[in-house]
């Protein structure tokens, strides 16, 4: 069985930077097609990137450009790189290993202006 683990999260003025880090255990990250998603108080949980098990990435229109997802197969871990962050990036992040319908238990991103 698959258990994901965020970190990385904390609060960052606007235009600064964060680097989550989503670690997985159970079953190698590779072989998993995974994703970032973001949710605040009130509203549904929104997709942010994903990173397939071929390493082929996309982004949300919201994020493009600034946001970087990638993943370290050696350490079994996906990260999601944050720059140029503005204040509605602000939300708890959660990881998904979407192929097997498995969530981490978030990590809260607050951006303040």
């Known amino acids: 069985q698959v258990q994901l683990v965020e970190s990385g999260g904390g609060l960052v003025q606007a235009g600064g930077s964060l680097r989550l880090s989503c670690a997985a255990s159970?079953?190698?990250?590779?072989?998993?097609?995974m994703a970032w998603y973001r949710q605040t108080p009130g509203k549904q949980r929104d997709w942010v990137a994903s990173?397939?098990?071929?390493?082929?990435?996309t982004y949300a229109d919201s994020v493009k450009g600034r946001f970087t997802v990638s993943r370290d197969n050696t350490k079994n871990t996906m990260y999601l790189q944050m720059n140029s962050l503005k204040p509605e990036d602000t939300a708890v992040y959660y990881c998904?290993?979407?192929?097997?319908?498995?969530w981490g238990q978030g990590t809260q991103v607050t951006v303040s202006s």
């Open positions: 159970g079953r190698p990250i590779s072989i998993l097609n």
């Open positions: 998904k290993a979407t192929n097997l319908g498995v």
């Open positions: 990173i397939g098990s071929g390493g082929t990435t």
